[in-house]
């Protein structure tokens, strides 16, 4: 079974400020790894997803996020944050056998930029 | 163009009392799935089926159950909502089941009273 950690509940960052949401996961499969962006009262929107090649993957809004194999990890970052970036984050995986394909999710980072 | 649309949006029932929440999708996918999300909590999936195959998740109450008359519909009835069952609920397609895309729904929040 695969399993997510997001390892910050809150991130508050100033407006054009860098930002890094961490991810961890586990899995005894290989995997597939994305990052949602989920807005107040809205569903999920996927920012970017990696699922083979190259490590670091870009994606919608000026985000990025980079694969790390041997530390089980896949962070997301943006170098320039904006308000309209203040939403909720969730990291989830994927296995990539048939039986483990189930989407997981981790308990998500709130980010709040301020001005 | 929205192409998960979930209605309603906002939902009010009373304890107890049957109430079916509704998707629909406009991308011909195969897949649909239904999450609940408690406040603060990431999406816990329910269920999903594939074409017409349900699949259960083994620590779904009974109390929730799925329907899916045809490709582009998806309905969740909770027979008998209970305080605990108050959240948002969140309907997602794919066009596959690995490596693709989820594209979710606007989400029904939904309260007992």
């Known amino acids: 079974a695969q399993s997510v950690t997001q390892l910050d509940s809150q991130v508050p960052v100033f407006e054009e400020a860098p930002v890094e949401l961490r991810c961890n996961y586990s899995s005894s499969v290989s995997v597939y790894l994305f990052w949602y962006v989920q807005y107040p009262n809205q569903g999920l929107q996927l920012l970017l997803k990696?699922?083979?090649?190259?490590?670091l993957v870009k994606g919608i809004n000026g985000f990025e996020a980079e694969f790390n194999k041997s530390q089980t990890s896949f962070h997301l970052r943006k170098p320039s944050v904006h308000i309209s970036d203040t939403a909720e984050y969730f990291c989830?995986?994927?296995?990539?056998?048939?039986?483990?394909?189930?989407?997981?999710f981790g308990q998500g980072t709130r980010l709040t930029i301020n001005p | 163009d929205a192409m998960v649309i979930q209605n309603p949006r906002y939902q009010v029932t009373q304890f107890g009392k049957p109430v079916t929440l509704s998707c629909s999708q406009t991308l011909n996918h195969n897949v649909m799935y239904w999450y609940q999300q408690k406040s603060s909590q990431a999406p816990k999936l329910l269920f999903h089926?594939?074409?017409?195959?349900?699949?259960n998740e083994a620590d779904t109450p009974d109390n929730f159950q799925s329907r899916r008359p045809n490709t582009s519909f998806c309905f969740l009835d909770i027979r008998s909502p209970g305080l605990g069952d108050a959240a948002m609920y969140l309907c997602?397609?794919?066009?596959?089941?690995?490596?693709?895309?989820?594209?979710f729904g606007q989400g029904t929040r939904l309260t007992v009273v």
């Open positions: 089926y594939y074409d017409k195959d349900f699949n």
């Open positions: 990696y699922l083979s090649g190259s490590t």
């Open positions: 997602a397609t794919s066009r596959g089941v690995l490596n693709t895309e989820a594209f």
């Open positions: 989830a995986v994927s296995g990539s056998n048939q039986g483990a394909q189930k989407l997981v």
